[in-house]
């Protein structure tokens, strides 16, 4: 069967099941456009293409399929260069096509020229530029395979117009061994005997922690880690990446470490002398001050990722493997162990005294005053409390995000979606798009900062346009309220250029332009109601403007570059012994 290059590569994205694909149409992607009338594949059509790639993002987080856009040429090209920078931190599998100019003008500054493939090559996980149509079947199925294998992250295909429109014998590929990928053999299980001295590490330790990151997710390691929990009953620590993955209402759950976790998770990972890192990677918005980090802890560390084991914290143990095998075969090995065992096992009653200690002296804490300007954290809770429970939470960057992890009860997989590595603003509302896309049954509430909201809001238009109902919560303190808060605590309280007003612009009449329900809550006793009010509207997007404290800041805090032992609590709870 004789197809264009562009009828090829549409046929093989359904090949692959794509069910969506966000993108922005131009010059150079024009061809690949007229054979997407007549495919199953529905097509987003985006306002802005940093839009496409994180709606793709969002996508692929909520529904574990990985998620595709499709750009044109050059500034085409260009705009989702954010989105594939995110998802390579964040190990998110996207494929991303974009357009070329024809391959006989590659390299001569031609219009819309970019050389894509070398400016991702560092934010990939591999690149393709396609210059022969025969090689576009085996280049996409390749591809989703390289995105969702081995640790999960994005790809890039570039089509040049030529290509797309020339003609080929359509094929598609019968197994791995036809895609040409010398080289790439990711691992699943791991050494047996790397497993035993492991589990010895977990028999013998008086104060663990099983330091659960991101890879769990992208593993569907979740009840495999409940499993190990419950087992050992060693207390899990969840990460900003890895929220959901163990129910935070479970009693073994200490919740989110980090600058911003809460005091009883960063303490324990600093007493513990064992860390059970499980597809985490030492991130240094987690350990502080490396050299201070855990000091009496040996640790085992398993990632799917070799590249990982050591790159910041050397491992007692470190096991290359996929989380979910590997925890299972740890499982089985802690079994099998258990009539060999001499003598009773350790007692872990003194270490949960004094986590448990913690927990009362340290809770999560604000002030409650119900006189005041809205706490945000009060919106966060209020949000939480009217919802479905397995409600999609999608953040930008910032306090707000510190705050919807702290406050929301992430009890189900794969209902957090944030940036993490990157800390891309303007990550939310485009990226609430494309989770609301993956889950329609779901409820979809993005929580965005106004200076977060301000950059990316023009994808509600888009939202609007294709019937996508999300939900957008705007704590809107008039400032870029991370930056005021490091300079209020470290600069002396000189706010250089953060004030951003909170009437300009007016965030209701914005919403109402771009078609959704606009929303607004100025005092306490208004939020309440306005959330019921939001959450009755499922025929289009709301969006509503809460009129938050702006001098409210995140705690507890860690400053940077010191030691997690630093740890700021709320000035409320200074006097609490420690």
């Given at each position: 069967m004789q197809l264009t290059g562009a009828q090829a590569l549409i046929k093989s994205l359904e090949q692959e099941r794509v069910e969506v694909v966000f993108g922005l149409p131009g010059g150079a992607i024009l061809p690949v456009y007229d054979p997407i009338i007549d495919s199953s594949i529905r097509h987003v059509l985006v306002r802005h293409e940093q839009g496409a790639g994180h709606m793709a993002e969002g996508y692929a987080i909520v529904t574990g399929r990985p998620g595709v856009a499709m750009v044109t040429s050059g500034p085409g090209a260009t705009n989702i260069v954010t989105p594939l920078s995110n998802a390579f931190?964040?190990?998110?599998?996207?494929?991303?096509?974009?357009?070329?100019?024809?391959?006989?003008?590659?390299?001569?500054?031609?219009?819309?020229?970019?050389?894509?493939?070398?400016?991702?090559?560092g934010i990939t996980k591999h690149n393709w530029l396609v210059k022969d149509p025969a090689d576009i079947p085996r280049t996409v199925a390749a591809a989703f395979h390289v995105a969702t294998t081995g640790r999960p992250g994005p790809v890039l295909i570039d089509l040049p117009k030529d290509v797309a429109n020339a003609t080929m014998e359509w094929y598609w590929p019968e197994s791995v061994?036809?895609?040409?990928?010398?080289?790439?053999?990711?691992?699943?299980?791991a050494d047996p005997s790397l497993i035993e001295k492991a589990v010895e590490l977990i028999d013998s330790a008086k104060r663990p922690v099983i330091y659960a990151g991101g890879?769990?997710?992208?593993?569907?390691?979740?009840?495999?880690?409940?499993?190990?929990?419950?087992?050992?009953?060693?207390?899990?620590?969840?990460?900003?990446?890895a929220r959901g993955a163990f129910p935070d209402s479970h009693p073994l759950c200490l919740g989110m470490p980090g600058m911003h976790g809460n005091y009883t998770a960063v303490t324990a990972m600093q007493r513990s002398d064992l860390l059970i890192a499980l597809g985490s990677r030492f991130d240094d918005r987690v350990t502080g001050k490396i050299d201070a980090f855990a000091p009496e802890a040996r640790v085992v560390h398993v990632d799917i990722d070799a590249a990982e084991l050591g790159k910041v914290r050397k491992p007692d143990v470190g096991v290359v493997g996929d989380c979910r095998v590997v925890i299972e075969e740890m499982l089985s090995?802690?079994?099998?162990?258990?009539?060999?065992?001499?003598?009773?096992?350790?007692?872990?009653?003194?270490?949960?005294?004094?986590?448990?200690?913690?927990?009362?002296?340290?809770?999560?804490?604000?002030?409650?005053?119900?006189?005041?300007?809205?706490?945000?954290?009060?919106?966060?809770?209020?949000?939480?409390?009217?919802?479905?429970?397995?409600?999609?939470?999608?953040?930008?960057?910032?306090?707000?995000?510190?705050?919807?992890?702290?406050?929301?009860?992430?009890?189900?997989?794969?209902?957090?979606?944030?940036?993490?590595?990157?800390?891309?603003?303007?990550?939310?509302?485009?990226a609430a798009v494309g989770a609301k896309v993956g889950r329609p049954d779901r409820t979809v509430w993005a929580i965005d900062g106004d200076g977060c909201f301000q950059m990316t809001a023009q994808e509600l238009v888009t939202a609007t346009a294709e019937g996508i109902p999300i939900k957008v919560a705007i704590l809107n303190n008039a400032y870029l309220g991370m930056v005021r808060q490091w300079q209020e605590m470290f600069y002396e309280e000189r706010y250089s250029e953060v004030y951003l007003s909170p009437d300009l612009p007016d965030y209701v009449k914005w919403a109402e332009a771009m078609g959704c329900v606009g929303l607004r809550a100025?005092?306490?006793?208004e939020?309440?109601?306005?959330?019921?009010?939001?959450?009755?509207?499922?025929?289009?997007?709301?969006?509503?403007?809460?009129?938050?404290?702006?001098?409210?800041?995140?705690?507890?805090?860690?400053?940077?570059?010191?030691?997690?032992?630093?740890?700021?609590?709320?000035?409320?709870?200074?006097?609490?012994?420690?």
């Open positions: 931190m964040d190990s998110t599998p996207l494929v991303v096509v974009s357009g070329q100019v024809a391959t006989r003008s590659i390299g001569t500054d031609a219009f819309q020229e970019c050389d894509i493939t070398g400016v991702t090559i061994e036809d895609l040409d990928l010398p080289g790439y053999n990711p691992v699943m299980g890879g769990i997710l992208k593993a569907r390691a979740c009840e495999a880690l409940l499993a190990l929990a419950e087992r050992t009953q060693i207390p899990v620590v969840t990460t900003l990446m090995c802690i079994d099998a162990n258990a009539p060999k065992r001499s003598g009773a096992p350790v007692d872990l009653g003194p270490w949960w005294d004094e986590l448990h200690g913690y927990q009362k002296r340290f809770p999560l804490y604000y002030d409650r005053d119900t006189t005041g300007p809205i706490k945000p954290e009060m919106v966060v809770e209020s949000l939480r409390d009217l919802s479905p429970r397995d409600t999609v939470v999608v953040s930008g960057v910032g306090q707000h995000q510190m705050w919807a992890s702290q406050y929301w009860t992430f009890d189900h997989p794969y209902t957090w979606v944030n940036s993490g590595g990157a800390g891309t603003m303007g990550f939310a509302v485009p100025e005092t306490q006793d939020v309440i109601p306005v959330i019921e009010k939001a959450n009755s509207i499922d025929d289009r997007p709301v969006v509503v403007d809460f009129r938050t404290d702006a001098f409210e800041k995140v705690y507890p805090m860690v400053p940077a570059g010191v030691s997690n032992d630093a740890i700021v609590v709320h000035p409320d709870q200074e006097g609490a012994t420690r």
